[in-house]
């Protein structure tokens, strides 16, 4: 199969470009490289991934690479951080919201054709048009949910913005489920839990476990925001890639919202601790935005394991593990 993977040069983007390699797919990235890096990239073989710099909200960027015909759309790229989301709303509106519907309408377009209607029920394309079907995975965020209890949150769980990433993230998944409702478009809607591993930045916009791995290691004191016992579902990052690439193949979630986590959480302060194996200070900070923190989330994957047959392979301490001797060896100083 052709397909392209919008946000492919980053870190979950790359890991997902991986497994569809590896599954003898042709991959496009596209990509802005405003989190992204082409480092990530490098080890493919150009002849299977091709790489086109772009950006989602770019009509002209979209109309080029659209010239192609793709049979699954992962659309991975946006804008990621809660605190900058806050910060600068119209940013994290406009990539996750915006771009999502621009990739929408060419989806559907490449489906239908450009002068395609809806008669009743069904579509009228013009035969003289090169229509193409293609599927579309959203990757949305466990960010949009409220506080979870202690059997974990499922997919009917109730959802609570506090940040303008995750009130972006809500309206980008109705759109994708709105097109196919209205238009029979295939799409999926899936909600990764808190993801780590290789490959993560482990600077200021990183992951929370990449930064702890690296202040460990380097002999900085670790911080935490407020008190260390919010608490949260680590999803390593090759299972994480399994399942939006599952999500793509199999047309049994079409239409449905699907979650992704271990059904394990922990707090922050045990997570440190964890991490840190007393090499390095843990303190406590005041909490740059408070308003945004989520209290405890625990995701229930039993949908994912019983529609698509996934589930996680990694505990958190074998992830952990792994992250540690990737960082020690390639990312001191990816930040």
Known sequence: MKILVTGGAGFIGRWVVKKLVEDGHNVTIFDNLSNGRIENIKEFDRNKVKFVKGDIINDCDLDSLFKEKYDIIYHLAASINVQDSIDDPQKTFFNDTVGTFKILEKAKKQMFGEKGIMKGLNWKSDVRQNTYPCKVVFMSTCMVYNMSDEDGIDE?????????????????????????????????????????????KTGGEGGVISIFIKNSISGVPINIYGTGEQTRDFLYV???????????????????????GTGRDISIKELSNL????????????????QSEILKLKCNYLKAKQILGWQPKYSLEKGIIETEQWIKKFGQNLT
Do not use: W
């Not at 991490?275 to 408070?290: D, G, K």
């Open 275 to 290: 991490i840190s194996q007393n090499r390095v200070p843990v303190n406590f900070v005041e909490h740059i935005h408070p």
């Open 156 to 200: 009917t769980h109730a959802v609570k913005p506090v940040s303008p990433y995750g009130g972006s993230k809500i309206a980008a998944e109705n759109m994708v489920l709105s097109y196919y409702n209205a238009y029979k478009l295939p799409t999926v809607v899936i909600r990764p839990f808190n993801t780590y591993g290789p490959f993560q």
């Open 238 to 260: 090759k299972d994480c890639a399994d399942f939006v690439v599952l999500s793509g193949y199999k047309s049994a979630v079409n239409g449905e919202i699907i979650n992704a």
